[in-house]
């Protein structure tokens, strides 16, 4: 985000994989959380006051559960479009596991403690549910969609009556939206649930993330009938399937619509949309219905230009919110002490040569914005074929880093795979690093085009590495940034890899 004038702001406001984001405004303050799919911790926390400046304060999910079944990675399950409330003096959030069904965790204060997951909805393919504790009435409801990957079936929206206290459906549950008798509407999810002026609205995206559009429904019974209309959509600008995201009104009034944009390998990005009510009471978002690029901010009190953190100096050995682990971790994978650097033990694996496979991979967004991310890296461990470096990791990957020959010395290495290959190869011959440190370089360019380089301190300075890379996502997320440390199958403990001065800057 950058503001082009005093008063302004453009989009994308997030630039970086921030997926089926939604908001919620309590008091003076905006909060803000997204999928996590498997990564953890997961259900990350922002914060914002101003709606265009955010940062990142927490993560209400430690630990995907059942914990056994998330010790791998699992890229495309886990935490699907979370919705955040306020209610009761409690935050919840509620997802769905596609494979499990739907969850909620609740907390007094945004940074916890947070509840561990609790089972509201049993089921296969149950996703995207929001909750809504109707104030008028009294009553609880659960609306959700469906994955026809799990349940056979989708482009439906079923609603329930939940228990006050979130902890279960109070019913079998009544499909109240069915997308197939809507003309040239197909792949209705994610729904968003309101109160507003004695309507019940569903707002729900359809048309799938790459070229789709934000459609809005309302009914004046939870139970429907709904009807429907189309409130933002491409038509002739930049911003493709603008969609999935939460509405918020300002304490003095105004309404904003925070939505994705699907770019590729950068994952889903977030824009801020004007919302007004039209004389029909529909929502009109951005530009009578088309995204705003530049707007004028919202009016609240302007903030300090900020940002989600990716800097990172480790100190004590601690990483900072921003990373994740690829699935749980387990004890061992890093070491705290007492100095700078991140200490990653070069934990022994037979899947040493496809990181995707690896949990032990800390990760955090792939900036959106033509970036260089560089980090110092020193092998310790003396083990031969232990391994470490920086990687960009999505359904192919590739990687720069150290490697211990069998004959004690320490090599510049960088490999990849292609999406199909099970192993990775060279992209470029080892060198020789002989102080068996290096400065890593990773150049991301227009497209995710990435080009790899080193300084190993032999006096040659930087140095490019093998071809461009072009970097992928995964089914549903963009590509990360990694960081790790391996080791061949053996006995003992291997050693370690540290980290130091992570950073990443402008190009």
Known sequence: ???????????????????????????????????????????????????????????????????????????????????????????????????????????????????????????????????????????????????????????????????PEGTAVLDEGKLIVEGDRIPGWFTLEGPKLYRHDGWYWIFAPAGGVETGWQGALRARDFFGPYEERIVLEQKDTEVNGPHQGGWVRTASGEDWFLHFQQRGAHGRVVHLQPLRWGTEGWPVIGDEGAPVLEHRRPDLPAGPPAAPATDDDFPGGRFGRQWSWTANPQDGFATQHSADGLRLTCVRTADAHDLRTLPNVLTQRLPGLPSAVEVELRLHSEEPGARAGLAVLGDAFGWIGLQRGADGAVHLVHRFAEPVAETERDAAHPRLAPEGRARLRIEIGSGARCRFAYDVGDGAGLRYSGPVFAATPWRWVGALLGLFALAPVGTGHAGAASFDEFRIRPL
């Open 1 to 163: 985000m950058t503001d082009e004038q005093p008063g302004t702001y453009t989009n994308p406001i997030l630039n970086a994989d921030w997926s089926d984001p939604d908001v919620v405004r309590v008091g003076d303050d905006f909060y803000l959380t997204a999928s996590s799919f498997g990564r953890a911790p997961g259900l990350p926390l922002l914060h914002s006051r101003d709606l265009v400046n955010w940062t990142l304060v927490g993560h209400a999910l430690e630990r995907l559960e059942p914990a056994d079944e998330f010790r791998i990675p699992r890229h495309d399950c886990g935490v699907w479009a979370p919705s955040l409330r306020h209610h009761d003096d409690r935050f919840w959030i509620f997802w769905g596991d596609p494979d499990q069904g739907v969850f909620q965790v609740n907390a007094p204060e945004i940074r916890g403690p947070w509840t561990r997951p609790h089972l509201v909805k049993e089921g296969k393919g149950l996703i995207d549910p929001c909750p809504l504790w109707d104030e008028e009435t009294g009553d609880a409801y659960l609306v959700h969609a469906w994955a026809k990957s799990r349940a056979g079936v989708k482009n439906r929206l079923t609603g329930h009556r939940m228990h």
